[in-house]
Nanobody, 133 residues
Framework: DVQLQAYGGGLVQPGGSLRLSCAAS????????IGWFRQAPGKEREGVSC????????YYADSVKGRFTISRDNAKNTVYLQMNSLKPEDTAVYYC??????????????????????????WGQGTQVTVSS
């Protein structure tokens, strides 16, 4: 079965950096679009970034554009999220997720209308990112 596990979160000061990883198993990794989502207390879950099958197309929410970088290593079945210039408003639980092939949830893919977490149906355990001085 499809399994995803996010890890690498922690406590960091404003302006600092963290690198999150998403380890995948149980499916043909390079057939799947992968997304990063986050949820802060009292807030709706929102899309952060997503990447297509071969890594050639990416999408970022406006709030993280220019600060975060998504990448994937298909040989290692892993997706990364490099987070730089972190702000307190980045504090949230971060999740990686995917959907069955053909389900469009990532704006980096032609035909996707929105970055909708409700369309993702495979979710990893979240990792906490806290940005505070």
């Amino acid at each position: 079965d499809v399994q995803l596990q996010a890890y690498g979160g922690g406590l960091v000061q404003p302006g600092g950096s963290l690198r999150l990883s998403c380890a995948a198993s149980g499916f043909t990794f390079d057939d799947y679009v992968i997304g990063w989502f986050r949820q802060a207390p009292g807030k709706e879950r929102e899309g952060v970034s997503c990447i297509n099958r071969n890594g050639g197309s990416t999408y970022y929410a406006d709030s993280v554009k220019g600060r975060f970088t998504i990448s994937r290593d298909n040989a290692k079945n892993t997706v990364y999220l490099q987070m730089n210039s972190l702000k307190p408003e980045d504090t949230a639980v971060y999740y990686c997720a995917t959907a069955r092939p053909g389900v469009l949830f990532c704006p980096a893919i032609y035909g996707s209308r929105s970055f909708n977490p409700r369309k993702a149906n495979y979710w990893g355990q979240g990792t906490q990112v806290t940005v505070s001085s």
